[in-house]
């Protein structure tokens, strides 16, 4: 079972730079085909998808949030990054990260983002 985890800080002034990691253990962010996400559930609301990175490398992001989105790798650490800029309070969420692989599908625990000055 693969395994992710998020980390990152639970605290963000407005306009600045938002940024996640998620680290996995238990598989390869480079196995074929596998895929690894991003998602969001603001406080009261439903889960909005961000943005995905592919096996390859490969990026696919929410239309309504591509301008300000951003997700990378580091295959040497077996993680993937999200970035999110020029954050106001609405971006205020839990923040998951999720992964694909062999047809399952695992999820970290989620970490508490807050926008706030």
């Known amino acids: 079972q693969v395994q992710l985890q998020e980390s990152g800080p639970g605290l963000v002034k407005p306009s600045q730079t938002l940024s996640l990691t998620c680290t996995v253990s238990?598989?390869?962010?480079?196995?074929?085909?596998?895929?690894w996400s991003w998602i969001r559930q603001p406080p009261g609301k439903g889960l909005e998808w961000m943005g995905s990175?592919?096996?390859?490398?490969?990026?696919y992001y929410s239309p309504s949030l591509k301008s300000r989105t951003s997700i990378s790798r580091d295959t040497s650490k077996n993680q993937f990054t999200l970035q999110l800029s020029s954050v106001t309070p609405e971006d205020t969420a839990v923040y998951y990260c999720?992964?694909?692989?062999?047809?399952?599908?695992?999820w970290g625990q989620g970490t508490q983002v807050t926008v706030s000055s």
């Open positions: 238990g598989g390869s962010i480079t196995t074929n085909y596998a895929y």
């Open positions: 990175i592919g096996y390859s490398g490969s990026t």
């Open positions: 999720y992964g694909v692989i062999g047809g399952m599908t695992d």
